[in-house]
């Protein structure tokens, strides 16, 4: 759980989107689960690249996905 706060503080910091967060949701889970998704679309995921998100990378991601 405290890499889900920490992300969820560094996108709340981001100023290029940071006031179109609706909301976050986390569900705790077992076995090193950790995905992050925007409008039901997959940005990142733990289990299929077996990391968690370097700094930046998910709002990197996120910024991709809102210019497409």
Not at 22 to 51: A, H, Y
Request: proline letters at 4%.
């Amino acid at each position: 759980m405290p890499k889900a706060i920490s992300l969820m503080e560094e996108l709340m910091q981001d100023d290029n989107f940071r006031f179109d967060i609706q909301e976050f949701v986390v569900i705790p889970s077992r076995g090193g689960v950790f995905e992050v998704s925007m409008d039901e679309q997959l940005i990142f995921s733990k289990k299929e690249l077996d990391r968690f998100p370097r700094a930046g990378e998910v709002s990197a991601a996120i910024r991709q996905q809102r210019n497409e």
